[in-house]
Antibody, heavy 120, light 109 residues
Framework: QVQLKESGPGLVAPSQSLSITCTVSGFSLSRYSVHWVRQPPGKGLEWLGMIWGGGSTDYNSALKSRLSISKDNSKSQVFLKMNSLQTDDTAMYYC??????????????WGQGTSVTVSS | EIVLTQSPALMAASPGEKVTITCSVSSSISSSNLHWYQQKSETSPKPWIYGTSNLASGVPVRFSGSGSGTSYSLTISSMEAEDAATYYCQQWSSYPLITFGGGTKLEIK
């Protein structure tokens, strides 16, 4: 079945960079696109960006200068990298699959999320 | 930038009560590009309604969605305890591609 699972460092020092991996199963990254979404504690959802099946990327314009999304289709992994982290980057980070057909392109499967705390 | 404004931000409903959550979009979008998610505490969001009015798999039929242009809504015909959650609308447009509403926290009385 379709699964996504995020893995990250947990704690990142201010001004340092963040790297998170989303490992997927049950579908091919060459056919499906994957989003990254984050949620600060007690707050709402924020879209970060996505990588399309063909490998092109789109980013939230407010974060574009600090974000990079890439993938390795052969390993079924999608990577999120964010630079210059500050305390307000503390959040749960999710990867989610972009569905097709009857899901109208919505995020039809989500990972469990990985918590990232930015603190010294 | 397209902004989604949900109302109310917080509400409580009694069992059996009809509930309506609205999502106002700052610019008209295609109804096929408006989706809803349900999130319960400490869990990932779940897809709930696709393309304005299509229930995701497993969603009870007491839920429905409607709308067009700049105004959308999620309705629960008869509130049940298990429906207590936060609901988010989300849109997809040409730019800036994807935004979420601020969320509506629905509690049971």
């Amino acid at each position: 079945q379709v699964q996504l699972k995020e893995s990250g460092p947990g704690l990142v020092a201010p001004s340092q960079s963040l790297s998170i991996t989303c490992t997927v199963s049950g579908f091919s990254l060459s056919r499906y696109s994957v989003h990254w979404v984050r949620q600060p504690p007690g707050k709402g959802l924020e879209w970060l960006g996505m990588i399309w099946g063909g490998g092109s990327t789109d980013y939230n314009s407010a974060l574009k200068s600090r974000l990079s999304i890439s993938k390795d289709n052969s390993k079924s992994q999608v990577f999120l990298k964010m630079n210059s982290l500050q305390t307000d980057d503390t959040a749960m980070y999710y990867c989610a699959r972009k569905g097709y057909g009857s899901s109208y392109g919505a995020m039809d499967y989500w990972g469990q999320g990985t918590s990232v705390t930015v603190s010294s | 930038e397209i902004v989604l404004t949900q109302s109310p931000a917080l509400m409580a409903a009694s069992p059996g009560e009809k509930v309506t959550i609205t999502c106002s979009v700052s610019s008209s979008i295609s109804s096929s590009n408006l989706h809803w998610y349900q999130q319960k505490s400490e869990t990932s969001p779940k897809p709930w309604i696709y393309g304005t009015s299509n229930l995701a798999s497993g969603v009870p039929v007491r839920f429905s969605g409607s709308g067009s242009g700049t105004s959308y809504s999620l309705t629960i015909s008869s509130m049940e305890a298990e429906d207590a959650a936060t609901y988010y609308c989300q849109q997809w447009s040409s730019y800036p591609l994807i935004t979420f509403g601020g969320g509506t926290k629905l509690e049971i009385k």
